[in-house]
């Protein structure tokens, strides 16, 4: 079966410089493959719910295939020595930024972003393979003291196995190298189930790994539907030969996968649910606070696991708060198709989205929220929300509980540091959280008082390749990026010599 060029059933405005990135196949042991069921599902454009093509459904039998091409691909690519993975990375990082404009027009299409933001994705994706090709060859053993004066107790760090990765919709290409770059450089190999909603951007990195001269076997894709999802789940679960599961996605599912790899004992990296608080103190400089909430929440068009979603606003800043980030929001954002540059702002993934933003808005009007700006506007397309401010948001609505994943900004107020942190800390979850205040004393107690993985201080970014990324409590297990992203991906022996 041979690479069919641009193999879409709807126009798109764009002309793919290398149009055999595009592909609808798998990637199993070297080969692209379809199902061997000959099965098919379709892929939709966010954008108009236009049909884009028909993409491989691959069940449980072929991710078997696919497990066993990468567990025989181990017996050798564990014995690459570092600095060779270091060259494949750097290699790899060379070919996305060279085709950084055909992977942002992929993104576009099948995930509904503005391309001027696509493009900004595509080099925060860049950013982990940059990161791990930098660090491979800093994964260092140690020497420790023996407490038996003949003996002498060392420490190597090797490579686990195959390693599952099961990447999210909202995100398609930086969370395909934050986690196989990362199992990847740290001499493991991989099979990747990215989300059914989100496949092409996966089949085109992994093409650009083959080309940087990634051996077979190493890099697999499974595409797969909704409806074979489980079955290929359960193949990432049960095989002994799969030694470590990353997964990011809601927190009932990352329940059910760490529940299924204890039966075998398998190391698990979970990615899950957020319900990130933002705090404005009294003393908070308001325009920065506006801009960096800005930031926090829209971006993605609300659609991150760490987008501000109980925004906590001091009383006494409340009304000028609101008007000044209704006013940024009116300023910052352009909306229109995503293909034209100058727009900035996209529609939600689909029409369930859609569905959860006016669930969550018509609750809070009901118990008494107010819309301070913005609301309901479906001009722009079926999925398209715009940025909304609402005030009067309070405990017991919906959106304190659960995630929005959507554009609505509920503001809460609060009137004491002891209040908000109790409000805060309230959540099974715990993955990011924001404030804002100009107090050196409130800036240290507040951080180490939050209960997450990551606080973002006067920013409202906390995403970076060399930083740690990871939660709390419900929100998840081990961390992506950094250092410690590779050690999630190697085994410590120890060795006791005797003299």
């Not at 972003?113 to 090709?133: G, I």
């Not at 209704?326 to 954002?333: L, M, W």
Request: net charge neutral; hydrophobic share 40%.
């Amino acid at each position: 079966m041979g690479s069919v060029a641009q193999p879409f059933k709807k126009p798109i405005p764009y002309e793919f410089k290398d149009s055999s990135l595009i592909d609808t196949r798998s990637l199993i042991g070297g080969q692209w493959v379809g199902a061997a069921s000959g099965k098919t599902f379709k892929l939709t454009d966010p954008e108009d719910d236009g049909e884009i093509c028909d993409i491989a459904d691959l069940d449980g039998e072929d991710t078997r295939r696919a497990i066993e091409a990468a567990s025989q691909a181990f017996e050798t690519y564990k014995l690459t020595p570092h600095r060779e993975r270091r060259w494949l990375m750097r290699k790899w990082g060379d070919l996305i930024k060279a085709n950084r404009e055909d992977l942002a027009a992929l993104n576009t299409l099948e995930l509904g972003m503005p391309y001027t933001e696509s493009l900004a994705k595509v080099q925060y994706a860049v950013d982990f393979v940059d990161w791990f090709e930098g660090a491979v060859e800093r994964t260092f053993g140690e020497t420790i003291p023996a407490f038996r004066g003949s003996n002498r107790i060392l420490t190597i760090r090797q490579p686990q196995g195959v390693v599952a990765c099961i990447t999210p919709w909202n995100s398609p290409l930086a969370m395909v190298t934050r986690k196989v770059g990362a199992a990847i450089a740290a001499g493991n190999t991989v099979v990747c189930k990215p989300a059914p909603e989100t496949p092409l951007c996966a089949i085109a990195l992994a093409k650009l790994f083959e080309r940087a001269g990634g051996p077979p076997g190493v890099f697999n894709i499974v595409t797969t539907s909704p409806a074979n999802t489980p079955a290929v789940g359960h193949q990432l679960c049960s095989h002994n030969a799969i030694r470590h599961l990353s997964f990011t996605g809601s927190t009932a599912v990352g329940k059910m996968l760490n529940t299924e790899c204890a039966k075998t004992i398998k190391k698990t990296s979970l990615e899950l649910g957020g319900l990130a608080p933002f705090i404005a103190f009294e003393d908070a400089d308001v325009d920065k606070a506006v801009a960096g909430l800005i930031t926090s929440k829209f971006r993605s068009s609300g659609q991150t696991c760490v987008c501000a979603n109980r925004i906590y606003v001091h009383s006494s800043i409340l009304d000028k708060f609101a008007d000044a980030l209704s006013e940024g929001v009116k300023k910052t954002f352009t909306y229109g198709s995503v293909w034209d540059k100058k727009v900035n702002f996209g529609p939600l993934y689909a029409g369930k989205g859609i569905a959860k933003v006016a669930a969550h808005l018509d609750d809070s009007l009901k118990n008494g929220a107010k819309v301070h700006s913005g609301g309901r506007d479906d001009r722009a397309g079926p999925n398209f929300f715009p940025p909304t401010v609402l005030k009067g948001g309070r405990v017991g609505m919906k959106f304190m509980e659960e995630e929005t994943f959507g554009p609505l900004a509920f503001l809460v107020p609060f009137d004491t540091e002891e209040e908000v942190i109790k409000m805060a800390n309230t959540a099974d979850v715990g993955l990011a959280a924001y404030f804002y205040t100009e107090d050196i004393s409130r800036l240290w107690r507040v951080s180490e008082a939050l209960k997450v993985g990551m606080v973002g201080v006067r920013v409202g970014l906390v995403s970076a390749a060399e930083a740690p990324f990871g939660g709390v409590l419900e929100s998840g297990l081990g961390r992506e990026g950094g250092i410690a992203a590779l050690e999630e991906y190697l085994d410590i022996k120890s060795i006791t010599i005797g003299l």
